[in-house]
């Protein structure tokens, strides 16, 4: 049966918020972390969610950050750059899909945009024995490079041709990982992908790497 639901998960008496999709046939589910002032409705990761979806992968949109950290953090930006909180809320919503009756029996896997992917490789590393996947998408791997050996998932870093810096921190990055890896690097796009035929690139490409791996 197909699912579409709002979620709300309380942490420490915060509550976060979630969009999930799981296709009736799916057997796997995707979490996303998205990247540093972003939310669970940027425009980017719904549409690679929703291809993912196509392909019978169940996904997860959710805020990392609470409705009052976010107002904080719009003048602050203490909290998007806080890779461990954001790692440590991403492990509390995965034992949460563990738990839960309708998502108990999915694999799970990670997709993590910009310092996203820092927040999802890192507990990756913490959750080896139940993440099967991990997408990175114009990620920063490097603010998670203590955790990289201990990566276990299998890891696809997707990365503008034009966004020379990060190629560069995810080349370094790729080294450090032990397990299955690929690097992508897509010709003529920028950090954010918003070239003609960027983003459907990197949607396929990580509804491949999912199917195969979750």
């Not at 639901?5 to 999709?21: A, R």
């Not at 805020?63 to 719009?74: A, P, Q, R």
């Not at 009756?101 to 310092?115: C, D, E, I, P, R």
Request: charged letters at 25%.
């Amino acid at each position: 049966m197909k699912i579409s639901k709002e979620i709300t998960i309380s942490i420490n008496n915060k509550n976060i918020n979630g969009n999930m999709e799981i296709p009736a046939a799916a057997e796997g589910i995707v979490l996303f972390a998205h990247g540093s002032g972003s939310s669970r409705f940027s425009s980017r990761n719904r549409y690679v969610a929703k291809i993912l979806n196509e392909n019978n992968l169940g996904t997860l949109l959710f805020d990392l950050l609470t409705e009052e950290e976010e107002k904080v953090d719009i003048y602050t930006a203490e909290y998007r750059f806080n890779i461990r909180l954001l790692a440590e809320r991403l492990i509390i919503v995965t034992d949460w899909l563990l738990k839960d009756k309708s998502t108990n029996g999915l694999k799970v896997g990670y997709f993590g945009a910009s310092t996203g992917a820092a927040a999802a490789l890192i507990a990756a590393a913490k959750k080896s024995d139940i993440i099967f996947a991990v997408v990175s998408r114009g990620g920063r791997p490097d603010l998670a490079m203590e955790s990289l050996p201990e990566v276990k998932a299998p890891t696809l870093l997707i990365v503008g041709g034009e966004d020379f810096q990060v190629i560069e921190l995810n080349e370094t990055a790729l080294r450090m990982i032990n397990a299955k890896k690929k690097l992508e690097i897509i010709p003529g796009a920028t950090h954010l992908f918003e070239e003609q035929g960027a983003l459907e690139k990197v949607a396929a490409l990580s509804a491949k790497w999912f199917i195969e791996n979750l």
